[in-house]
């Protein structure tokens, strides 16, 4: 579980007359599926547009492994994750994050109460996939997801039936 580190020192940039601004800081809430999030990670490096390491995203994560199994949990075979998923999202909260990305599909049934509990923007990448299948798919009509019984149960949690 996370514990009480201190803060990183807030990320800052040079503006055009030399005064320092404070830059977002992206918080990931990781480790459920370790390679996920590195992979998360990876990807959100190779697509920032940046000339050179200063260009990039402050980043804080937070990489926990121990969060109960979220499908288990879905399908009422295991306990909550919301308890662990809610703790790093407040130790990333007071890491100063301005925002939190979760690289665990499975997680997302969970992308409200996280919010709530920290009132910090949890980004939903459910619905960012499906904004971008509308852009990309004019006039269609149906789509087809593959999923796990976990996150068909998270669908449905999502959709409060």
């Known amino acids: 579980m996370p514990g009480s580190l201190p803060a ?30 590195a992979d998360f990670y990876r ?16 980043v804080v994560m937070c990489a ?3 969060v109960p199994d979220r499908t288990a949990a879905l399908l009422g075979k295991g306990p909550s994750p919301v ?7 407040r130790w990333l909260q ?4 301005s925002c939190i990305a979760v690289p665990c599909n ?15 923007e949890v ?6 996939a499906l904004r971008a299948a509308v852009e990309r798919a004019a006039g269609v009509e149906r789509v087809g997801i593959l999923s796990t019984q976990g996150h068909a149960a998270g669908a449905a949690l999502r959709a409060g039936r």
């Open 8 to 37: 990183p020192p807030p990320a800052a940039v040079r503006g055009d007359r030399g005064v320092r601004r404070r830059r977002p800081t992206l918080g990931i809430l990781g480790g459920m599926g370790p390679l996920a999030t």
């Open 106 to 120: 499975t997680a997302h049934a969970y992308v409200q109460q996280l919010s709530g509990a920290t009132g910090v």
């Open 94 to 97: 007071r890491a100063g994050v």
């Open 43 to 58: 990807r959100l490096v190779e697509r920032t547009p940046a000339a050179g390491d200063q260009g990039h995203l402050p």
């Open 83 to 89: 308890p662990a998923l809610v703790e790093g999202a």
């Open 123 to 128: 980004l939903d990448m459910i619905e960012a």
């Open 64 to 66: 926990d492994p121990g």
